[in-house]
Every structure is written in structure tokens, then in C-alpha cells.
């Protein structure tokens, strides 16, 4: 009995370290790949328009809101579902957009990923409002969007990534050649290496105390029989 809780608390810890080691490595998808270089030849996918460095910080905000308009759309096409698809895969390649500086420093490893991410939610929007049917909350976003862009001559702002295009069939991963000379990009990334840890330590002592509690308390079988009344 005590071995086959001894094995299943060391199961438990097992599942624990493959998931935080999953989890980890989820979050770091395009550790292995290439960020996009220029290619010849048709698109894989869809062909997504270059935006500016500008352009990107005000649609980065509305990302959220035109994926679930997206989601809401009572007639899909398989360009919107492309579209929608990328900039989803594109965002969790981004480290959903939680490395410092990945939008507005064009040093950072993540600002080219960032550019595809964004770059897609805004011909995401753009596709949805050329589509059949009342699109006027659509229309309303794009209206909301250029008022921010006209409001600022900043929001016109170039970078070195923003005349590159982009192909919704490839999934940009961050520039890892940059790595070593942004400092908050290697402070986020330890940061999560020690979350890692501390969840796995966390877990282990956790499958730990659940054993020695299961060791010294017996089964409702070992207890001993109460002793009949005379």
C-alpha cells in the first residue's frame, strides 16, 4: 500500500516537472526557429502589408478587440481564418507581447515578431471590413484607429522593420542574433527561468510533505479494531 502511494506521489512530481518544463518551453517556440528573412517566389500564405513602427503601437492596443470581432463574425472565408490563425500563433511566438520593448525598440529581438503580429491584426480588420454584411462595428475600430494615428504626426514613425512584409503561412520568431545586447530581453527571460524553478521547487516540496503525511497516517485497514464493551 505505502509503495504504491510512494510510487503515484513520484508520478505526481513527474507530471509537475513535465509540465512546468512544457510550459517553459511553450513559451519560448521560436528558440529553435529563424526569424523571417526576404524570400522569393509566391507567398506560402496570405500576404500581409507592411506597417510602421508608429502604426503598430495603436493597433497593438485594439489587438484583442478585432480578434474577438473576428471570432464574432457570423460568415467566415478562409482569409479571415488565416488571418486570424496567424496573428494568434504569431502573438504566442511573441511571448504574448510581455518582453519590455518588443513594440516601441527596434533593437529588440522581439520587434520583428511583434511587426508580423500586429501588421496582421490590422489587414485582419481591414479584411473584415471588405466583407459582405453589416460591418459597422469594424468600421467604427478602423474610424477609432486613424483618429489615434491622426492625432500624433509620431504614429508615422518608420523603423527598420517596417517596410518588411510579411506571409500569414510563416510564423516569425524573435531575433535571436540581437539578444545579447538588450538587457531587458535577458532580464525578462531570467525572470521566467526563475519562475520555472521556484514552480518546480514549489512542486517537489509539495509532492514531498503529501508523502511523509501519507506515510505516517495509516489506512482506514491498519487501523487497529475498537475493542468490544464487555
Same mark, same amino acid.
Given at each position: ?8 506521489? +513520484? $508520478?505526481?512530481?513527474?507530471? #509537475?516537472? =513535465? ?14 526557429? #529563424?526569424?523571417?528573412? +526576404? ?6 500564405? =496570405? %500576404? ?21 470581432? %473576428? ?13 486570424? $490563425? ?10 504574448? $507581447? ?51 494615428? %491622426? ?18 503561412? =510563416?510564423? +516569425? ?20 527561468? =526563475? ?24 489506512? +482506514? ?10
Amino acid at each position: 500500500m505505502k509503495q504504491g502511494r510512494r510510487t503515484s506521489s +513520484v $508520478g505526481g512530481w513527474r507530471s #509537475h516537472l =513535465i509540465i512546468a518544463v512544457s510550459m517553459l518551453f511553450a513559451a519560448c517556440p521560436s528558440a529553435w526557429a #529563424h526569424h523571417q528573412t +526576404v524570400r522569393d517566389g509566391p507567398n506560402v500564405g =496570405i %500576404a500581409i502589408r507592411p506597417i510602421t513602427h508608429g502604426e503598430m503601437l495603436i493597433i497593438a492596443s485594439y489587438r484583442t478587440r478585432i480578434l474577438e470581432l %473576428a471570432a464574432r463574425e457570423p460568415r467566415t472565408d478562409p482569409t479571415l481564418r488565416r488571418l486570424a $490563425g496567424f496573428v494568434s500563433l504569431q502573438y504566442f511566438a511573441c511571448f504574448w $507581447g510581455l518582453i519590455p520593448g518588443s513594440l516601441t525598440d527596434e533593437a529588440s529581438p522581439f520587434n520583428e515578431c511583434s511587426h508580423a503580429y500586429v501588421a496582421g491584426t490590422r489587414d485582419l480588420l481591414a479584411h473584415m471590413i471588405a466583407m459582405p454584411g453589416d460591418q459597422s462595428s469594424a468600421k467604427a475600430l478602423e474610424a477609432q484607429t486613424e483618429a489615434e494615428l %491622426a492625432s500624433d504626426p509620431i504614429f508615422s514613425t518608420l523603423c527598420s522593420n517596417s517596410r518588411q512584409g510579411f506571409d500569414s503561412g =510563416i510564423i +516569425v520568431g524573435p531575433d535571436w542574433s540581437l539578444l545579447l545586447a538588450h538587457p531587458p530581453t535577458i532580464l525578462t527571460l531570467l525572470a521566467l527561468i =526563475i519562475l520555472v524553478v521556484l514552480n518546480l521547487r514549489g512542486a517537489w516540496l509539495l509532492s514531498r510533505r503529501r508523502l511523509a503525511l501519507r506515510s505516517t497516517t495509516p489506512s +482506514v485497514r491498519e487501523q487497529p479494531e475498537p475493542t468490544p464493551l464487555s
